[in-house]
């Protein structure tokens, strides 16, 4: 069912709760990449909610203001609108364990993931986090200009510019978050290198956090959005914490 967390037309999110069972559910919120461009959605990721409400999950598929002329995101509005949307599942009448919702995003939405669960002011927090070949670091894809520009048209200029906003908005560089989270990463992904997973890893360990990475050898960007993959089997099986 599709819900709405504000008055811009991409400001909405589908949640998919399991045929069984009455609840409360735990709760996956589920951040689709694209390079937080306006030409990308949540139909992206939408056979990978699927899976987890057959799994016994309530999945929210957030859609979020992205860079481009009708959409109109980018710093920081993408950012308060994954924040909104997380916060709006305590406003939703579903049977929702509120205090099991953890975070899922692959490539640009492991970076919106990892943001979100490191914000202070959070109404519902997040409990643990998956990144799938996410973008941890925004200074460094800024310097590899992964995306071609991506970084940059989504920050608003480039990371020597603006290295206030880069410190707020880059992952590696808001350690510790406080959750435990794994990040799993296709040794052969050519659209985000596997180093940016080992260096948050590195960072985040050495803050404190509890940190996972699972290393897949010989697999690309697009592998993690197969449900029926082997990458998608561990971020399922890690989850089984949180069930």
Same mark, same amino acid.
């Given at each position: 069912?599709?819900?709405?967390?504000?008055?811009?037309?991409?400001?909405?999110?589908?949640?998919?709760?399991?045929?069984?069972?009455?609840?409360?559910?735990?709760?996956?919120?589920?951040?689709?990449?694209?390079?937080?461009?306006?030409?990308?959605?949540?139909?992206?990721?939408?056979?990978?909610?699927?899976?987890?409400?057959?799994?016994?999950?309530?999945?929210?598929?957030?859609?979020?203001?992205?860079?481009?002329?009708?959409?109109?995101?980018?710093?920081?509005?993408?950012?308060?609108?994954?924040?909104?949307?997380?916060?709006?599942?305590?406003?939703?009448?579903?049977?929702?364990?509120?205090?099991?919702?953890?975070?899922?995003?692959?490539?640009?939405?492991?970076?919106?993931?990892?943001?979100?669960?490191?914000?202070?002011?959070?109404?519902?927090?997040?409990?643990?986090?998956?990144?799938?070949?996410?973008?941890?670091?925004?200074?460094?894809?800024?310097?590899?200009?992964?995306?071609? !520009?991506?970084? =940059?048209?989504?920050?608003? *200029?480039? #990371? /020597?510019? $603006?290295?206030? &906003?880069?410190?707020?908005? @880059?992952?590696?560089?808001?350690?510790?978050? !406080?959750?435990? =989270?794994?990040?799993?990463? *296709?040794? #052969? /992904?050519? $659209?985000?290198? &596997?180093?940016?997973?080992? @260096?948050?890893?590195?960072?985040?360990?050495?803050?404190?956090?509890?940190?996972?990475?699972?290393?897949?050898?010989?697999?690309?960007?697009?592998?993690?959005?197969?449900?029926?993959?082997?990458?998608?089997?561990?971020?399922?099986?890690?989850?089984?914490?949180?069930?």
């Amino acid at each position: 069912m599709r819900h709405r967390y504000g008055s811009h037309f991409h400001q909405f999110a589908d949640l998919l709760q399991p045929s069984e069972g009455s609840g409360p559910f735990p709760v996956a919120v589920v951040l689709h990449g694209g390079f937080w461009r306006e030409q990308h959605s949540l139909d992206l990721t939408d056979d990978l909610a699927r899976d987890l409400a057959r799994r016994g999950w309530a999945a929210w598929n957030v859609e979020y203001r992205r860079v481009g002329e009708v959409s109109e995101g980018g710093y920081p509005t993408t950012l308060e609108d994954v924040a909104a949307a997380i916060d709006a599942l305590a406003e939703l009448d579903a049977p929702l364990g509120l205090d099991r919702v953890v975070a899922i995003g692959h490539s640009a939405g492991g970076q919106l993931a990892l943001w979100a669960a490191a914000r202070p002011d959070a109404a519902v927090r997040l409990a643990g986090v998956v990144s799938q070949a996410g973008v941890h670091d925004l200074r460094e894809a800024d310097r590899l200009d992964l995306g071609e !520009g991506a970084t =940059a048209a989504f920050m608003g *200029g480039h #990371a /020597d510019d $603006r290295p206030a &906003a880069y410190a707020d908005a @880059s992952p590696i560089e808001r350690v510790p978050i !406080g959750v435990p =989270a794994l990040l799993v990463h *296709g040794e #052969a /992904d050519e $659209r985000v290198p &596997a180093s940016m997973s080992s @260096s948050y890893a590195e960072a985040a360990r050495g803050a404190g956090d509890e940190v996972d990475v699972a290393l897949r050898p010989g697999e690309d960007h697009f592998v993690h959005l197969d449900p029926g993959c082997g990458a998608w089997g561990d971020a399922v099986g890690w989850l089984e914490r949180f069930a």
